[in-house]
């Protein structure tokens, strides 16, 4: 073989190679890490707004923590939805399950909705769905406990 076609096929597999690493990372790695970004936010939007009670919080504090849930769940979602191979890598406990996703934004979405019950029933229930989005993320059981704590809870 000549010198000239060795370093041709040496070029061409150090492109290729090139190639397929950035395939693998345009399509798995950014959407997972992007997923594990919304996981942390989520976390972030739980010890905010978590125990908020809507019926003595401002309004324009309720406004927020609607808009924060809603709109977490919807991009938990869409980034879920771009991951290839999904019901795989759930399987594999590389992402969450789709099946806890969507418990995730259902949850999401009730801590979002305004009560239709008593207060402390309605506060109750908020706690109970933190915590089991806390436990779906296997985020330390600790960490809501530990938080300084929400406004407006209702002492």
């Known amino acids: 073989m000549s010198e000239g076609l060795k370093i041709a096929l040496t070029a061409l597999a150090g492109i290729s190679v090139f190639v397929v690493g950035q395939i693998i990372q345009k399509l798995f790695i950014e959407p997972i890490q992007e997923q594990r970004k919304l996981k942390a936010k989520l976390v972030h939007v739980l010890a905010t707004y978590g125990f908020v009670n809507p019926l003595l919080a401002p309004k324009e504090l309720l406004k927020e923590s609607k808009d924060s849930c ?10 879920t939805a771009i991951i ?7 399987f594999l406990h590389i992402v969450p399950k789709e099946a806890d996703i969507q418990a995730i934004t259902t949850k999401l979405g009730s801590l979002s909705d305004a009560p239709s019950i008593d207060e402390w029933t309605y506060i109750f229930g908020a706690v109970q769905r933190a915590y089991k989005i806390q436990s779906i993320l296997f ?3 600790n960490f809501l406990r530990k938080y300084p704590g929400p406004k407006y809870l209702g002492d």
């Open 70 to 79: 809603r709109e977490l769940a919807a991009e938990l979602q869409a980034a």
């Open 84 to 90: 290839p191979f999904n019901g795989v890598l759930g």
């Open 139 to 141: 985020v330390s059981d």
